[in-house]
């Protein structure tokens, strides 16, 4: 079972960065997609960003493209996004996703919240002056 762990949510004034990790338990990243999915109070989950088993590929909701990286550290087998010019609608709790592909392919940032399997229990940020 793999296990995920989300970090490094906060407060955050609008046109600030921050940055998640996604801390996993897999013995090797290279047997998964994964991604970032949100959700804010009252709305439904948006997938966020996602990118292959090899790290290739990386996809992106339309209202973070611009603004957010997503980009992993094999050594570590952690998963990072990079948020930046943060605005108060980006604000929500933000979980890394998993589908066990162990094949290269094109991400559907879509499947991140739909069909992915493995989640952590999510990390908060808001973005407020």
């Known amino acids: 079972q793999l296990q995920l762990v989300e970090s490094g949510g906060g407060l955050v004034q609008p046109g600030g960065s921050l940055r998640l990790s996604c801390a996993t338990s897999a013995s090797t990243l290279d047997e998964y997609y994964i991604g970032w999915f949100r959700q804010a109070p009252g709305k439904e989950r948006e997938g966020v960003s996602c990118?292959?088993?090899?790290?290739?590929?990386?996809n992106y909701g339309d209202s973070v493209k611009g603004r957010f990286i997503i980009f992993r550290d094999t050594v570590k087998r952690t998963v990072y996004l990079q948020m930046n010019n943060l605005k108060p609608e980006d604000t929500g709790v933000y979980y890394c996703?998993?589908?066990?592909?162990?094949?290269?392919?094109?991400?559907?940032?879509?499947?991140?919240?739909?069909?992915?399997?493995?989640y952590g229990q999510g990390t908060q940020v808001t973005v407020s002056s």
């Open positions: 996703a998993a589908d066990y592909i162990p094949h290269p392919g094109v991400c559907v940032v879509e499947d991140v919240k739909k069909r992915w399997p493995y």
């Open positions: 990118m292959d088993n090899l790290g290739r590929t990386p």
